[in-house]
């Protein structure tokens, strides 16, 4: 299995791993199991270890909690004497208790405007425009409120996540 490793593929894969942090501190140093190989960081374990077959090895999985649900990333490789290693990052996309409401709250809102037919490009439409702190004559005219969608989207945009 060791012949199968291919650091070029490593190299040219590597992007996919751009912005990941590991979910705890205490999963580096990593030893594989099978072969004793010692990774003592993340880029150290991406460089030196090999991508899963099935692709990027990233699988995004919820963890509940009594804060909610958190969105962590698992990340498989392959270590040089084939067996497969599994480290947990943190999700890349915004997964603050803020992100996660806003998220929430842009679902609710997009179910309550397809349920009175709106459009999805219209629906989009309103909805940036709330995002960006304007105000939609569309959803007052519904009756829908956006005022809290509109405060914590407003948050989002300050702390610069991606909207
Ligand atoms: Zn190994």
Same mark, same amino acid.
């Given at each position: %299995?060791?012949?199968?490793?291919?650091?070029?593929?490593?190299?040219?894969?590597?992007? !996919?791993?751009?912005?990941?942090?590991?979910? /705890? *501190?205490?999963? &580096?140093?990593? =030893?594989?199991?099978?072969?004793?190989?010692?990774?003592?960081?993340?880029?150290?374990?991406?460089?030196?270890?090999?991508?899963?077959?099935?692709?990027?090895?990233? %699988?995004?999985? *919820?963890?509940?909690?009594?804060? @909610?649900?958190? =969105?962590?990333?698992?990340?498989? +490789?392959?270590?040089?004497? @084939?067996?497969?290693?599994?480290? &947990?990052?943190?999700? /890349? +996309?915004?997964? !603050?208790? $803020?992100?996660? +409401? /806003?998220?929430?709250? &842009?679902?609710? %809102?997009?179910?309550?405007?397809?349920? +009175?037919? #709106?459009?999805?490009? $219209?629906?989009?439409?309103?909805?940036? /425009?709330?995002?960006?702190?304007? =105000?939609?004559?569309? $959803?007052?005219?519904?009756?829908?409120?956006?005022?809290? &969608?509109? *405060?914590?989207?407003?948050?989002?945009?300050?702390?610069?996540? #991606?909207?």
């Amino acid at each position: %299995m060791g012949s199968l490793f291919l650091s070029d593929s490593v190299k040219s894969s590597q992007g !996919s791993y751009k912005g990941l942090h590991i979910l /705890r *501190k205490n999963a &580096f140093p990593k =030893q594989c199991v099978c072969c004793g190989n010692l990774f003592k960081h993340l880029k150290e374990f991406l460089k030196n270890t090999q991508q899963v077959s099935t692709g990027s090895g990233l %699988m995004e999985y *919820k963890i509940s909690s009594c804060l @909610g649900c958190t =969105q962590v990333v698992a990340l498989y +490789r392959n270590c040089v004497c @084939g067996s497969t290693l599994l480290v &947990f990052c943190k999700c /890349r +996309r915004n997964t !603050s208790s $803020l992100g996660l +409401r /806003r998220k929430e709250l &842009f679902g609710q %809102m997009w179910e309550q405007l397809k349920e +009175r037919g #709106i459009s999805h490009p $219209l629906i989009r439409n309103e909805l940036l /425009r709330v995002v960006h702190g304007k =105000q939609s004559k569309l $959803l007052t005219n519904l009756g829908i409120d956006y005022s809290e &969608f509109q *405060k914590i989207a407003h948050a989002c945009v300050k702390q610069q996540f #991606i909207v």
